[in-house]
């Protein structure tokens, strides 16, 4: 069934705001500076909602609108799957269910190990029970993997910011070379006359 944007968008939201818990549509109303009637008109899917408001919404999700409009799509899949499941039986049911956790897991667009060696070490561990974390299907999977994207950028830009330093004092020396051999060149005419 071929779903709208304005569907997609709506499906997203909602679940996006159960996941975040009581008060959220306030906090969210409050935070983005929308009015809360209209916010609430787009959660029940009376109102689209305009451009601005909508990439405000996906903002406040740190989220672009094309990732609320895929996660809305795999929502909706899922819901329009356990619909027809329901007038089937228990082997296709299966079959759906483990659609539906694959379904989650291009949602977040994080592709973990499928298996480790034994741990070796706490470090390991560590890893085992982050990837425990990143396959379960809680809203501590959306918050660690958005830490970890956090800590990623972090640490790159850490890196980029060394190679940059590294650039700039190789770019000094550079010019104090030539600032050096430019003062010889002046000094060795005086010199010679």
Do not use: C, W
């Amino acid at each position: 069934m071929a779903q709208s944007v304005t569907h997609q968008f709506q499906a997203a939201l909602a679940h996006l705001l159960a996941q975040e818990g009581r008060g959220a549509q306030s906090r969210l109303a409050g935070q983005q500076n929308i009015d809360r009637g209209y916010l609430n008109a787009i959660v029940k899917g009376r109102k689209p909602g305009s451009e601005e408001v909508r990439a405000k919404i996906a903002g406040h999700f740190n989220m672009t609108f094309e990732d609320m409009l895929a996660l809305g799509r795999g929502i909706l899949s899922r819901s329009e799957t356990e619909i027809s499941e329901g007038k089937k039986g228990g082997k296709q049911k299966v079959a759906a269910q483990n659609d539906n956790s694959q379904a989650d897991k291009r949602l977040i667009d994080f592709k973990s190990p499928k298996k480790f060696r034994e741990a070796q070490s706490g470090f390991s561990e560590k890893i085992m029970k982050v990837v425990e974390i990143l396959e379960s299907d809680t809203i501590y999977r959306d918050v660690l993997a958005e830490l970890i994207d956090a800590f990623y950028d972090a640490v790159s830009t850490k890196k980029d910011n060394l190679k940059l330093r590294n650039q700039m004092k190789e770019m000094e020396s550079r010019i104090v070379s030539l600032e050096k051999r430019l003062a010889d060149d002046k000094d060795s005419p005086r010199k010679s006359a």
